[in-house]
Structures are given as structure tokens and as C-alpha cells.
């Protein structure tokens, strides 16, 4: 038992100094953390929010709203939100060769209508304005804001996973690596501490 004990913290010192050599975002939360580069960071977020709008489309799709009702007219400006987001976005190539997509950017954006966020609130997806609206170094994940990410993860994860065909192919690197993240966010909520990004 000592000897797993000290093999795991072994590894975890090793892991952060990893993260801290690649210049990326570590969150910890008790025993629990996650770290990765910058870029990686700024993927996994655009995924998510791919994700999101994905998971909305497929239950406004199949959850009918009565046309006039409270529910039919929040439906109505969401979806006018997503598509005026995926309309504006675009994908471009770095100064460094890779592809760059601006949807966090915008995202970020349309994030400051307090409309949007309560949008994303009512129809169970204000995890996403959590997870996205954080620096990238020095701060927190509230307790609540860790709930509303992991009520999140549970609808949009299936929507991860790009090639059903092929569960390790390359397009399922974030559906088959998610749980790292998630648990340091369950951490937060099954112990009521915070998550310290550094």
C-alpha cells in the first residue's frame, strides 16, 4: 500500500512538472487533476461547445414545445444564437501551419448576453458557459460551477465520439480521454472544494 501510494505521488509530481515544462493549464481539485497544453485546452473546449449545440439540435428534434409557450420561445432564440455563432465561425491557419477554428471566441462573445446564459441554463447546458468563461491560468471552478460541468458532461460525452466504427481512431482522442477531466470536477462536487486552475 505505501509503496502505491508513493509510486502515485511519484507520478503525479512527475505529471505536473510535465505540464508546467509544456506551458498549459493544470486544475486540481483534492487528489484528482488535470493538466494539458494550452492548445490542447483550447480544443477541448471548442469540442465541448461543438458538442453542446449538437446535443441541443438532437433534443429540439425530438422534444416537442407548443408553439406560444415559454419553452417553444426559449427553444426559438437559442437555436438563433447557435446558428448566428456557427454562421460567424471560421476556421484559419495559425502563424504556426495549424488550423484554428474562432468558435471559443465567439462563444466568449455571445457569453456576456445575460439572455444567452440563461438560455443555456433553462435547457440544462449552463455548463458550458462555466467551463468556457475561466482564465486559462490562476483561478477557480467554484462547487457549483463543478455540478453545472459534470450535469454537462453527462448529456454532451455521447456527442463526442466521432467514429463509432473505430473507438481509438484520432477524431475520438477527447470521447476516449474526457474522463480525466471529468473526475477532477466530480472530485469538486462529491467534496465541496473548489477547482484551482494554475
Known amino acids: 500500500m505505501l509503496r502505491n501510494n508513493l509510486l502515485n505521488l511519484y507520478y503525479k509530481e512527475f505529471k505536473m512538472k510535465i505540464c508546467i515544462i509544456l506551458m498549459g493549464i493544470d486544475l486540481y481539485c483534492g487528489d484528482k487533476n488535470f493538466c494539458c497544453s494550452y492548445g490542447t485546452w483550447h480544443n477541448i473546449r471548442i469540442e465541448l461547445i461543438k458538442a453542446t ?3 441541443l439540435e438532437v433534443h429540439f428534434a425530438v ?3 407548443e408553439e406560444g409557450t415559454h419553452e417553444h420561445g426559449s427553444m426559438r432564440a437559442l437555436k438563433q444564437y447557435i446558428e448566428k455563432i456557427q454562421n460567424v465561425s471560421v476556421i484559419k491557419e495559425s502563424v504556426f501551419g495549424n488550423k484554428e477554428s474562432n468558435l ?3 462563444f466568449a462573445t455571445y ?3 445575460l439572455e444567452f446564459i440563461d438560455l443555456l441554463i433553462e435547457f440544462g447546458v449552463g455548463g458550458i458557459y462555466s467551463l468556457c468563461n475561466k482564465s486559462d491560468c490562476e483561478g477557480f471552478y467554484s462547487v ?6 459534470c450535469e454537462l458532461f453527462k448529456l454532451v ?3 463526442l465520439l466521432k467514429n463509432k466504427e473505430d473507438l481509438n481512431a484520432e477524431e475520438n482522442w477527447l470521447y476516449r480521454n474526457i474522463d480525466e477531466l471529468i473526475n477532477v470536477f466530480k472530485d469538486s462536487v462529491e467534496h465541496n472544494e473548489m477547482v484551482r486552475i494554475c
Open 104 to 106: 471559443l471566441d465567439l
Open 53 to 55: 449545440f449538437e446535443y
Open 144 to 149: 457549483g460551477n463543478s455540478y453545472d460541468i
Open 63 to 65: 422534444t416537442e414545445y
Open 157 to 159: 460525452k455521447p456527442f
Open 111 to 113: 457569453s456576456r448576453l
